[in-house]
DNA sequence: GTCTATATGAAGATAGAC
DNA sequence: GTCTATCTTCATATAGAC
């Protein structure tokens, strides 16, 4: 496996600034709260802590700035998919991504659901061929080659669930290892994964950055 | 069980007017279409065929035309809700609820997703009483009395599985009967009903408008 | 990198004629 | 119920000084 960076590269990820940086986590925050559309130019200046003028120094649109969070959120699951990618057994490597992406959902809630229902992220990101490419990678690691329609409401139940169970009001309380635990067993459960006790189970988990480094 | 009527008592849904309802759909479609947040009262007047003046004459403010879009498609669930409340078995009630609401998502799809994610049309909702009590009914149905963190994860799941799945672009081109069936079998395991070859599963069934009346 | 100042348009909202 | 006209505030965006 290659060095960490090559993440930049798959994604078309650019390096940012420590002003840019401050920039697009005020603008992540803002967009889980109120959502992207209700997002305004003068609120991230406002949340950075700096004004407008500043803002449109580092990016010269709102969308630039839209596409820029979502690159960066994207950008820590490619780490992931890569090493789903490179395991040999299929189960070992969709329990392995599962664990990645429900502890990466889980860390950030708010900002998972944005990410996957925002009428105005998701209509952006459709027309952004990095984003595509990412996405159907990651399909393609959780369904495999069986493209029924069984298959497909089961995938697009799983993406639902992750992104937004972890912002449902009903589990706001939960805390987050039992939120996680729980989430797990639910989408095992949709995708046909063995619940953890197995090899496969203990053997993707010992994978992660969790217990052992990748 | 009383009249249809009782819907609107239950809701707070108030009669509207022929104009008022036009504005109320077209209000529905492009909240589906661009989030509530990214659509204005301009575009709203300009899909309905009229201008805006006429619609400030219906609705005082965008909030008021929020809360009532919000309202319309809520009333439509409030039968199914009283149906259920209104059997013995649990599992039965359970079992008809389920139909009714994967139903009423298939056929609306998009739409079904706003209403589940959008910020700020769930931050309206959640200052909204009558919508409050609504919702407590329907989750206490579908949980009933244990509220452990797993009973609590698998229902904000299960929500997010009929708000979200109907919507996702993975689905778009599976047929509303294949969605609605499969949507089914993901759900009834998220809760844990058997599956519908069960005398539960017929019997609820038997009672949907789908193929006899309630 | 940050600021002020400013341009231009669209947002939500009101008044009052038809 | 619908229209035009108008108000105020806020949106995105640019120019140029520090």
Same mark, same amino acid.
């Given at each position: 496996?290659?060095?960490?960076?090559a993440?930049?590269i798959?994604?078309?990820?650019?390096?940012?600034?420590?002003?840019?940086?401050?920039?697009?986590?005020?603008?992540?925050?803002?967009?889980? !709260?109120?959502?992207?559309g +209700?997002?305004s130019?003068?609120?991230?200046?406002?949340a950075?802590?700096?004004t407008?003028?500043a803002?449109?120094?580092?990016?010269?649109?709102?969308?630039?700035?839209?596409?820029?969070?979502?690159?960066?959120?994207?950008a820590?699951?490619?780490?992931?998919?890569? +090493?789903? %990618? +490179? %395991?040999d057994d299929?189960?070992?490597?969709? !329990?392995?991504?599962?664990n990645?992406?429900?502890?990466h959902?889980? !860390?950030h809630r708010?900002? @998972?659901?944005?990410?996957?229902f925002?009428? #105005?992220?998701?209509?952006?990101?459709?027309g952004?061929a990095?984003?595509?490419?990412?996405?159907e990678?990651?399909?393609?690691?959780? #369904?495999?080659?069986? %493209?029924g329609?069984?298959? *497909?409401?089961?995938?697009?139940?799983?993406?639902?669930?992750?992104?937004?169970?972890?912002?449902?009001?009903l589990? @706001?309380e939960?805390?987050?290892?039992?939120?996680?635990?729980?989430?797990l067993?639910?989408?095992?459960q949709?995708?046909? *994964?063995?619940?953890?006790?197995?090899?496969?189970?203990?053997?993707?988990?010992?994978?992660?950055?969790?217990?052992?480094?990748?």
């Amino acid at each position: 496996m290659t060095a960490r960076g090559a993440q930049a590269i798959r994604l078309g990820f650019s390096s940012r600034s420590g002003a840019q940086m401050r920039t697009l986590n005020a603008a992540l925050a803002l967009f889980a !709260e109120h959502g992207v559309g +209700a997002t305004s130019y003068q609120m991230i200046a406002d949340a950075s802590g700096v004004t407008k003028g500043a803002i449109y120094h580092q990016f010269k649109t709102k969308d630039e700035i839209i596409i820029a969070v979502a690159e960066m959120e994207l950008a820590k699951l490619d780490d992931a998919l890569e +090493a789903a %990618e +490179a %395991e040999d057994d299929s189960d070992v490597a969709r !329990e392995l991504l599962l664990n990645r992406i429900v502890d990466h959902a889980v !860390e950030h809630r708010q900002g @998972a659901n944005t990410f996957q229902f925002d009428p #105005v992220l998701v209509r952006l990101l459709s027309g952004h061929a990095p984003f595509q490419r990412f996405v159907e990678r990651l399909y393609g690691m959780l #369904v495999g080659d069986d %493209e029924g329609p069984d298959k *497909l409401v089961r995938l697009a139940a799983l993406t639902c669930v992750v992104g937004g169970t972890v912002a449902h009001p009903l589990v @706001a309380e939960v805390d987050d290892e039992t939120l996680r635990t729980q989430m797990l067993n639910v989408v095992r459960q949709l995708v046909g *994964l063995p619940q953890p006790t197995t090899r496969a189970g203990r053997a993707a988990r010992s994978r992660t950055p969790r217990t052992a480094s990748a």
